[in-house]
């Protein structure tokens, strides 16, 4: 199973912009999915998933100003985050996991499968 994450960038604060995450390997329709980031110096965080039963969730820091989606056909997972700030800047990370459900779904040990990661700098 491979995650190929891209679209990542320097952006302006305020801009925007959309990660996608391709899988292969694994019909994806069944799993959850999940962006994490990593910013220097930091441990890696939960930003945002949907779980098994379609759920979505966010991390306070992101809320509002992102949205996750998925797309089953395409088997490919999306992150659109808006009004981006500095302390945004991090390396986003997509992962999938068979078990992932409300309870669990900021846990980095209910994902199984992670791609690479792909950098956002937010900066002017």
């Known amino acids: 199973v491979q995650l190929q994450a891209s679209g990542g960038g320097l952006v302006q604060p305020g801009g925007s912009l959309r990660l996608s995450c391709v899988v292969s390997?694994?019909?994806?329709?069944?799993?959850?999915v999940g962006w994490f980031r990593q910013a220097p110096g930091m441990e890696r965080e939960f930003v945002a998933a949907?779980?098994?039963?379609?759920?979505?969730s966010y991390a306070d820091s992101m809320k509002g100003r992102v949205t996750i989606s998925k797309d089953n056909a395409r088997n490919t997972m999306y992150f659109q985050m808006d009004s981006l700030r500095p302390e945004d800047t991090a390396v986003y990370y997509c992962?999938?996991?068979?078990?992932?459900?409300?309870?669990?779904?900021?846990?980095?040990?209910?994902?199984?499968?992670w791609g690479q990661g792909t950098q956002v700098t937010v900066s002017s």
């Open positions: 949907i779980n098994r039963s379609g759920g979505k």
């Open positions: 390997g694994r019909t994806f329709s069944s799993y959850a």
């Open positions: 992962a999938i996991g068979p078990s992932v459900i409300a309870s669990n779904v900021a846990s980095q040990t209910a994902y199984v499968y």
